[in-house]
Structure formats: C-alpha cells, structure tokens
T-cell receptor
Framework: DQQVKQNSPSLSVQEGRISILNCDYT??????FLWYKKYPAEGPTFLIS?????DKNEDGRFTVFLNKSAKHLSLHIVPSQPGDSAVYFC???????????FGAGTTVTVRA | GAGVSQSPRYKVAKRGQDVALRCDPI?????LFWYQQALGQGPEFLTY????????KSGLPSDRFFAERPEGSVSTLKIQRTQQEDSAVYLC????????????FGQGTRLTVV
C-alpha cells in the first residue's frame, strides 16, 4: 500500500526554468516530509524538509510547499541547473517515528 | 571515510545461495536503517537499530532475512536461500539521533539473484 505517491515518473525542463515536482500522501498521521535527491550509483542525499506546522520552507534554489488539507506537497527548483538532473524522492513520516515512507521517485532532466 | 559505506557494491548470487551485505555507518551515529529498493520504486523500510538493539524488524519480508549490529556500529544484512524476488538495491542509512530525521544513505548494494 503506497502511502506516498509521485505520479510523474519523469520531468524534462530547460536550464534556467522552474522545475516543479509533486507528491501526494494518504496517511493523515504523517507530519514531517522530506525530499531526497539521488544520482546514478549513489545513495539518496537529503535535500530539504518541512514540518506540518509550516506550509513553506525555502533553502536557496529549493522551496517545498505543503498543503495539508489536500495531502499534497511540491518541490520547486528555481532556476534549474544541469547538475539538478537526478531522481527526486519524496518521503514522509510521523514526527515521533523513525520510519520513512518513500514515493517511487521523479527523474528530472535539465536540458541545456 | 566520512559517509556511510556499503559493501559489496554489486553482488550476483545464484538462487538458493546465502549472502551477507555490510554497512559501515558514520562514526557515532546512533540510528541505523536498512531499506530495500526494487527497480523503479522508492526505498522500502526493512529494519531499524538504535545502537546495538534491533528495535524494529517489521519490514523484513521473510524469515530468510536477518540483520545484526552487534557492537552498535557496523551492521550486516543476511539473506538466506536467496530468491529472484530478492533482487534489489539494499540501502543502509545512519542518523545521529533516535528519530533518523535526516538520515545519511550509503550508495547501496545491488543484489541480483540468478
């Protein structure tokens, strides 16, 4: 039972433009959300997170938005750079839990 | 090294063979996790250690899977009598705190059972 869903398996964007990655979750108990970035043959690397007490968190070019009522979050990358080409995983957990539930990932390709 | 290290990077096993996958977490990290990532899917939780104690093994798919962390540092994931459905990337992660909020992942071991 997939509790975290990333419905777009891939995204292609031109360098300099905005990348928007979407993630939906079904478990209303989740209150902490993370995005991980993964290059080929490497492990996932933590990118940015957000707690359910906030609806936005920004870190440089990366911003995560959380819509609790819709059980939806998104990651915005502005501007997109060639080094952003990777697989992005959305993950979620309860704040008092250690177990992460991951989405299937979205492969982002930034075109020069 | 500074990161989480896993070995081997790649393992090909014949069906029925036993395998052992090793994880060296970041020194001093309390929490250690194992995840299984099937092709085209996100990582799925297998088991969790806090120091040497295995506090959660609810994600282990069968009793053929066994994990240990005897001294609270290095961990080994053992799979007995491997089956084709065990083919996946096995990821180890460690975290300095007990909640593993921002766990650091290793590069994974790709297991192929033929």
């Amino acid at each position: 039972d997939q509790q975290v869903k990333q419905n777009s398996p891939s995204l292609s964007v031109q360098e300099g433009r905005i990348s928007i990655l979407n993630c939906d979750y079904t478990n209303s108990m989740f209150d902490y959300f993370l995005w991980y970035k993964k290059y080929p043959a490497e492990g996932p690397t933590f990118l940015i997170s957000i707690s359910s007490i906030k609806d936005k968190n920004e870190d440089g070019r990366f911003t995560v938005f959380l819509n609790k009522s819709a059980k939806h979050l998104s990651l915005h990358i502005v501007p997109s750079q060639p080094g952003d080409s990777a697989v992005y995983f959305c993950a979620a957990r309860r704040s008092n839990d250690y177990k992460l539930s991951f989405g299937a990932g979205t492969t982002v390709t930034v075109r020069a | 090294g500074a990161g989480v290290s896993q070995s081997p990077r790649y393992k090909v096993a014949k069906r029925g063979q036993d395998v052992a996958l090793r994880c060296d977490p970041i020194s001093g990290h309390v929490s250690l996790f194992w995840y299984q990532q099937a092709l085209g899917q996100g990582p799925e939780f297998l088991t969790y250690f806090q120091n040497e104690a295995q506090l959660d093994k609810s994600g282990l798919p069968s009793d053929r899977f066994f994990a240990e962390r005897p001294e609270g540092s290095v961990s080994t994931l053992k799979i007995q009598r491997t089956q084709q459905e065990d083919s996946a990337v096995y990821l180890c992660a460690s975290s300095p705190d007990s909640l593993g909020a921002e766990a650091f992942f290793g590069q994974g071991t790709r297991l192929t059972v033929v």
